[in-house]
């Protein structure tokens, strides 16, 4: 598909030239997504958006070329405005050409739907009504765009949900893939596509134990002419008349036969009658699951059972993918005191650390737990101490002392360390104490330490950069209704909500299900999706639409 991506600063124009030559393409479809008055019941002038503007381009190209591969169209043009964008004017510009209009149309709505949550723009502000478009803001120059792109802008802000997903997504990028053995390669992400060598089955093959004959031979009784096991190869024609006995699974020995099972047939000697004949052939025809060189398991493919098995059926015995992960995973806090112990008054078992290790194993990794002491100096000799070092870690992870107080020294450790520090706080409830750094290929993250905000942060947050680091992809939030109604409190920060995903209905039905604070884990052995509720909203009804991420999820345990 022919794309084209343009992030401008300037107003986007009135006419927009479709592609090619008139009459190339049967549709072309045209969205415009233009800035409304209106934002959470108050007026406003102007939205501000900013973006990474390379980044932004990759994952606009990204998202298109996936999205093409089911709604397949011509061309795509995108062009979206970034700086202030006055009310009434056009924010992003979508124009897609396909030969019918229901590519172009199902290719727009997965795109809209998804650029939110997997493109590095965001709604930086919005302007209230009376405000001066004042220097700060006005338009940012290309220039400056670019200087966000390098990070040096970004580490101040509060993120969006959704701003922290699409930066997590641009910097976790895919580590070198490895070769593995299939008994390696379980839950790792295949880096190559693996097309069928030769074509499935590669002859024809009897699915029946019966006798093989002409397919068109209306000959009432047959001699049985030869003897074929699902382990021979025995090539040779038949003659009208003749029939061979052969087992199920077992090669036919030319092509053009039918099997008569042996249930329908009456045998005497070398003699056969055929007492029934079938409409089917009872033959799996060479190449009918798969043509030699059809794609067989895509790149990017998170290796299953089944996939594995596919993969042992056509010898691909050691697979490129990604890499076993590298964790560390340290504890702060001097009140934590490991579970077999009783509690004195003012401290608290640690539930991170195996929280932290279960939800690691949907994730094949080599994982080092620790604690550290609450005292800056301390807790990096501790780290140096650590073998295998904290060099050879692709992720750092950090439970707790990712706040602002005295003790929390986190964002200073990871500093120390040697990571930019790309975000520290999102607007999310719970969880907004949440840092993301990098470090060349590695990533960091420091999670807030109540078990609850830990859970939350773990499935948006650590385990989106896992997908990307190992080249998959990160979980999506699904679209479903609530079951029960969700009863709080308006809150200004948007809110990550424990809830049952029942899985007995056409549309995931979501209960919400009681928490009392960001400590509290009591609902974790039933939660199995997170459902999103916008800030500021009090209740949600029953049967409301909304928006959830599935988590943990755990076959007949769910
Ligand atoms: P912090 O993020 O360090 O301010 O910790 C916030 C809350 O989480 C405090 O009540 C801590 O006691 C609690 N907490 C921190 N680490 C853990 C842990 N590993 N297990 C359980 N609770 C923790
Ligand atoms: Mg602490």
Known sequence: MEIEIQLTDRAIAETILPPGQPGAVGAW???????????????????????????AGREIRRLLQKISARHPCRAAKVIH????????????????????????????????????????????????D????????????????????????????????????????????????????LAEALGRVLRETICAPEDLPPVDRSTRDGYAIHADDASKTFSVVDTIHAADWKPRQLKTGEAVRVATGAALPCGALRVVMQEHIERDGDKLRVVRRENSTNVRLRGEEVRQGQPLVPAGTKLNAGALAILATVGNVNPLVSPRLRILHFTTGNEIVT??????????RDSN?????????????????????????????EIAARKPGIENADVLLVSGGASVGEKDFTRALLEQLGFEIVFSQINLRPGR???????????????????????????????????????????????????????????PRETLWPARWEWNAATPRLRPLAWASSGDITCLTAANALVRVPANCASLDDGAKVDFLPVAAMIGGG
């Open 339 to 348: 579970p077999d112990q009783t509690p004195k008054p003012g401290q608290i």
């Open 29 to 55: 479809l045209e969205f415009r997504g233009v800035v409304r008055s209106e934002e959470n019941g108050r007026t406003i002038r102007a939205l501000e958006y900013e973006a990474y503007p390379e980044m």
């Open 433 to 491: 104490p949440l840092i993301f750094g990098v470090n060349g290929p590695r990533v960091a993250f420091g999670l807030p330490g109540n078990p609850l905000s830990h859970f939350v942060c773990f499935h948006f947050a650590v385990a989106a950069a896992l997908a990307c680091l190992t080249g998959g992809e990160p979980p999506e939030f699904l679209r479903g209704q609530l079951g029960k109604k969700l009863d709080d409190k308006p809150c």
């Open 130 to 181: 009376g405000a001066r478009l004042c220097a700060e803001h006005q338009p940012q120059r290309p220039s400056n765009v670019q200087a966000a792109a390098a990070g040096s802008a970004t580490t101040a802000a509060l993120r969006s949900l959704d701003e922290a997903r699409a930066e997590i997504r641009s910097r976790s990028r895919p580590l070198p893939a490895v070769r593995a053995s």
């Open 81 to 128: 405005r970034v700086g202030v964008i006055p009310a009434g004017e056009t924010a992003i510009y979508v124009g897609v050409a396909s030969p019918h209009r229901g590519e172009a149309i199902a290719l727009l709505a997965e795109f809209m739907d998804r650029l939110k949550q997997d493109v590095p723009i965001w709604k930086r502000r919005a302007i209230a």
């Open 353 to 381: 650390s195996i929280l932290i290790r279960g939800l690691l194993q949907n994730f094949p990794c080599d994982v080092e737990q620790g604690h550290l002491p609450e005292n800056f100096e301390a807790a990096m000799l």
